[in-house]
């Protein structure tokens, strides 16, 4: 038996463009299950764990493309896996993929070694976020606080303020904080005095 299986991520995105491919492929109306508003990031959507329910053996999920059955490579390629080991076919009436010829399984084993690929990308990331974070003393990788300014903005504003311009102006126009053009002025003092 034929069923369809069609997606959108947003209520705004419509269905018909898929619908439409998915009963030229000769699914019945009836036999089309969907998801709006869900995004393939999601293990569980509703219409494709009811569509994953009924199926048997020899049937066949027809789909607009294979990215309707999961936004990762990975989540994708476990499905489509899992799929043929009951003896399921998927058929993407966009890119031409069929599961059960020898040119659709060596497309799932390209998009497996994909799949492969990306997440040992991610986990370097994620390495090189942690070293990273460890080398600034922080979660995130950025250092404590706010971002210093240099010695010479604040140079400028204890200039502007000699010049007349109040303390808050000068901070603004040397685009550093008030109460650095403060502590600033409050070390020459100290300077000064000792």
């Known amino acids: 038996m034929k069923y369809g299986y069609a997606r959108v991520s947003t209520d705004k995105q419509d269905l018909g463009s898929q619908t439409v491919k998915l009963t030229e492929a ?7 299950y969907a998801d709006i508003g869900i995004s393939g990031s999601q293990k569980s959507r509703p219409g494709l764990d009811e569509l994953l329910s009924i199926l048997q ?11 309707r059955l999961g936004r990762s490579l990975r989540n994708m390629v476990e499905l489509a896996d899992n799929l043929h080991q009951r003896g ?30 990306e997440r040992v990308y991610i986990i370097e990331r994620i390495n090189a976020g ?5 080398r600034f003393g922080t979660k995130s990788g950025r250092a404590i606080g706010r971002p210093r300014r240099s010695g010479r903005a604040v140079s400028l504003a204890l200039k502007l303020i000699e010049d007349g311009h109040s ?28």
Do not use: C, Y
Request: proline fraction near 2%; avoid cysteine.
């Open 88 to 117: 399921i076919t998927i058929a993407s009436v966009g890119e031409g993929i069929r599961t059960d010829q020898a040119l659709g399984r060596m497309m799932m084993q390209l998009f497996a070694l994909m799949a492969e690929w």
């Open 26 to 32: 000769g699914v019945l109306p009836e036999h089309i």
């Open 130 to 134: 942690v070293e990273k974070a460890k």
């Open 167 to 194: 303390h808050r102006n000068a901070a603004q126009i040397a685009r550093v904080s008030k109460s650095s053009v403060v502590r600033a002025l409050q070390r020459e003092k100290a300077a000064a005095a000792a």
């Open 57 to 67: 053996p020899g049937d066949e999920v027809v789909v607009f493309r294979m990215d």
